[in-house]
C-alpha cells in the first residue's frame, strides 16, 4: 500500500513540531512586506524582522529615529501584519536597536 507525500506530509510537520516554526517563518516574512508597505523601500531598508515568539514581533531597527517611527505607527502596522497574513497572532512588535546589515 502506498500513500503519497502530499498526504503523509502534513502529519509529519504537525508531528516534529515544524509546524509552530513554519508559522512563525510566515509571520516574520509577512511582516516585512507589510513594513515595506507602510514606510517603503527605503526606510524599511533600517528595519529587519527578527523573529516572532508569545504573539511578539521582535525587530532591530538602525536608529531611535526609527524605532520611534515604528512605535508611533504600531496599530497601523499590526492592522497591515494582519491582513497580510489573515491571522491576529500579532499583538506586538519589540524593537531594538542595533546594525542592519544590507546586501548590496
Known amino acids: ?3 503519497s507525500l502530499k498526504n503523509l ?3 509529519a510537520v ?3 513540531g515544524m509546524s509552530k ?3 512563525a517563518h510566515e509571520i516574520v516574512e509577512g511582516a516585512a512586506k ?3 508597505y ?3 523601500a527605503a526606510m524599511a531598508g533600517h528595519i529587519k524582522v527578527d523573529y516572532f515568539q508569545r504573539n511578539v514581533l521582535f ?3 538602525s536608529s531611535a529615529l526609527v524605532k520611534q517611527e515604528v512605535k508611533m505607527r504600531q496599530n497601523d502596522l499590526l492592522v497591515k501584519i494582519q491582513q497580510n497574513l489573515g491571522s491576529t ?3 506586538e512588535i519589540r524593537a531594538t536597536i542595533g546594525p542592519i546589515e544590507t546586501l548590496n
Open 1 to 3: 500500500m502506498f500513500l
Open 9 to 11: 506530509l502534513p502529519g
Open 14 to 16: 504537525a508531528k516534529s
Open 21 to 23: 516554526q513554519l508559522e
Open 34 to 36: 507589510a513594513f515595506v
Open 38 to 40: 507602510c514606510f517603503g
Open 59 to 61: 525587530i532591530t531597527v
Open 89 to 91: 497572532k500579532v499583538k
